[in-house]
């Protein structure tokens, strides 16, 4: 049974920081990965989805890396911006789709 | 209007009642979804439909019925709830079935009392 697993929990980072968020998930027959953010009250807006055969992706700031053979993903946020502030979730796509629970993301002004 | 929007957006019911969230997608999706936002649980996914054919049901109780009238829209209704059911309800769209991105909605905000 797939479980995805997103450490830590919560994070606060000053502005202007470098950050990685983690996301590990235990069976590593995927189709993709895929990364979101939800602002408090709305819905999902996806930020990168990695193919299972590739290593990372990258958008801007944002860049994502996926090892499927250790069950990790990480997504790396550059010069981190009061805006970014959200919950950021891993989404593993198999036979079914699987969610974390999330990492909330504070950026201190 | 662009993306996907739903409808209501914030709803509080009784047990008895009965009511319906839609939601509308207007990227020109083949494949629409119904997720489940529970406090402090991962997200979980409810129903997945690909060209108006349910193709996904994770053993969700009978008292939701999705709908799906054409690719465009998708109906979740709701009967006889339980206040365990209240949580954020997400629809989502994506080009195909599988692991094409999705894009959601804002949610519908859902309070069984």
Redesign the interface.
Same mark, same amino acid.
């Given at each position: 049974k797939q479980e995805v697993t997103q450490i830590p929990a919560a994070l606060s980072v000053p502005e202007g920081e470098n950050l990685v968020l983690n996301c590990s998930f235990t069976d590593s027959a995927i189709y993709n990965l895929q990364w979101f953010r939800q602002d408090p009250g709305k819905g999902l807006t996806s930020l990168l989805l990695i193919q299972s055969s590739q290593r990372e992706q990258t958008s801007g700031r944002l860049n994502a890396s996926l090892d499927k053979s250790s069950g990790r993903s990480t997504l790396y946020i550059a010069a981190s911006q009061p805006g970014d502030s959200a919950t950021y979730l891993c989404a593993v796509f198999s036979d079914k789709i699987i969610f974390g629970k999330g990492t909330r993301l504070h950026i201190l002004p | 209007e662009t993306g996907?929007t %739903?409808t209501p957006r914030h709803l509080v019911m009784g047990m008895t009642n009965k009511k319906s969230l839609k939601c509308e997608q207007h990227l020109g999706h083949n494949a629409m979804y119904w997720y489940k936002q529970s406090a $402090? $649980? *991962?997200?979980?996914?409810m129903f997945v439909y690909s060209l108006e054919e349910r193709v996904?049901n994770?053993s969700v109780p009978s008292r939701f019925s999705p709908e799906c009238p054409n690719s465009s829209h998708l109906f979740l209704h709701l009967h006889t709830l339980q206040p365990e059911d209240s949580a954020l309800y997400?629809c989502?769209s994506s080009g195909a079935g /599988? !692991?094409d991105? %999705?894009?959601? !909605? *804002? /949610?519908t905000?859902l309070t069984v009392l």
């Open positions: - | 996907v %739903q $402090k $649980k *991962p997200l979980e996914l996904e994770n997400l989502a /599988g !692991g991105t %999705q894009y959601f !909605g *804002p /949610g905000r």
